[in-house]
C-alpha cells in the first residue's frame, strides 16, 4: 500500500534562509511523487514532481526536491527563502500498481520569519 | 479565467438537510476528483471520475453521492448532513487518469453543519 509521511508539522526558518520541508514515502510500484503548497483559504497550488530521470527537479516559484530512491525520500528545498513562502506543504505519491490515486501527506506549515 | 471553480464558496447548513456542492472545470481534462480536508488539515480522496465513468470511491457514507454530467462538471451530493461532514470540500481536475498526472484544485467550499 501506499503512504507518504511528513515527519514535521511545522518549520521555521529565518527569510533569507535555506529551507527544507521533508518527505518521505513507500510505494509497491515506481513512485510519482508531487508537492503542492495551499495558502490560506485557497486550493491547493501544484509546485514540482518527479516522475522519472533526473533526481533533482526544479519546480515554480525557486522551489526544487531531490528524489532518494535508497533513502525513499523528496524534501522539498529552497535556498532562499521568503516571508511569501509560508504556507501548508503537502507531499503526494502516487506509483505504477495502477490505484490511480494521490496519498497526501499530512501536510508541513512553514513559517519564514522577517 | 478560472480553472477549477466551485460553488458554493461556504455553506452553513443544519444536520439532517440535503445539500450539493458543483464543480466546473475548463482546461478540457478528462478526470476529475473531490477531496475532503478535516479540521487538521488532513486531505483524503472519495471519488474520482474519468470520462464521466466513476474510477475511485473511497470507503465513504452512502449518503455522499458525485454526478457527472459531462466531462467538465462533476458534483458531489450530500444526504442527511451530519456535523463529522463538517470540512472543506475541494474539487480537482487532472489531464487524464494516469498516476503520474498534476491535478489542478478548486478553492474549495467550507460546508459547516450545525
Known amino acids: 500500500a501506499q503512504s507518504v509521511a511528513q515527519p514535521e508539522d511545522q518549520v521555521n526558518v529565518a527569510e533569507g534562509n535555506p529551507l527544507t520541508v521533508k518527505c518521505t514515502y513507500s510505494?509497491?510500484?515506481?513512485?510519482?511523487l508531487f508537492w503542492y503548497v495551499q495558502y490560506p483559504n485557497r486550493g491547493l497550488q501544484f509546485l514540482l514532481k518527479y516522475i522519472t530521470g533526473d533526481n533533482l527537479v526544479k519546480g515554480s516559484y525557486g522551489f526544487e526536491a531531490e528524489f532518494n530512491k535508497s533513502q525513499t525520500s523528496f524534501h522539498l528545498k529552497k535556498p532562499s527563502a521568503l516571508v511569501s513562502d509560508s504556507a501548508l506543504y503537502f507531499c503526494?505519491?502516487?506509483?505504477?500498481?495502477?490505484?490511480?490515486?494521490?496519498?497526501f501527506g499530512t501536510g508541513t506549515r512553514l513559517k519564514v520569519l522577517a | 479565467d478560472t480553472a477549477v471553480s466551485q460553488t458554493p464558496k461556504y455553506l452553513v447548513t443544519q444536520m439532517g438537510n440535503d445539500k450539493s456542492i458543483k464543480c466546473e472545470q475548463n482546461?478540457?481534462?478528462?478526470?476529475m476528483y473531490w477531496y475532503k480536508q478535516d479540521s487538521k488539515k488532513f486531505l483524503k480522496i472519495m471519488f474520482s471520475?474519468?470520462?464521466?465513468?466513476?474510477?475511485i470511491n473511497e470507503t465513504v457514507p452512502n449518503r455522499f453521492s458525485p454526478k457527472s454530467p459531462d466531462k467538465a462538471h462533476l458534483n458531489l451530493h450530500i444526504n442527511s448532513l451530519e456535523l463529522g461532514d463538517s470540512a472543506v470540500y475541494f474539487c480537482?481536475?487532472?489531464?487524464?487518469?494516469?498516476?503520474?498526472?498534476?491535478?489542478?484544485f478548486g478553492p474549495g467550499t467550507r460546508l459547516l453543519v450545525l
Open positions: 510505494v509497491s510500484g515506481n513512485p510519482y
Open positions: 482546461l478540457g481534462h478528462d478526470t
Open positions: 503526494a505519491v502516487s506509483d505504477t500498481s495502477g490505484t490511480y490515486k494521490y496519498i
Open positions: 480537482a481536475s487532472s489531464q487524464d487518469l494516469v498516476p503520474a498526472g498534476t491535478q489542478y
Open positions: 471520475y474519468n470520462n464521466k465513468e466513476l474510477i
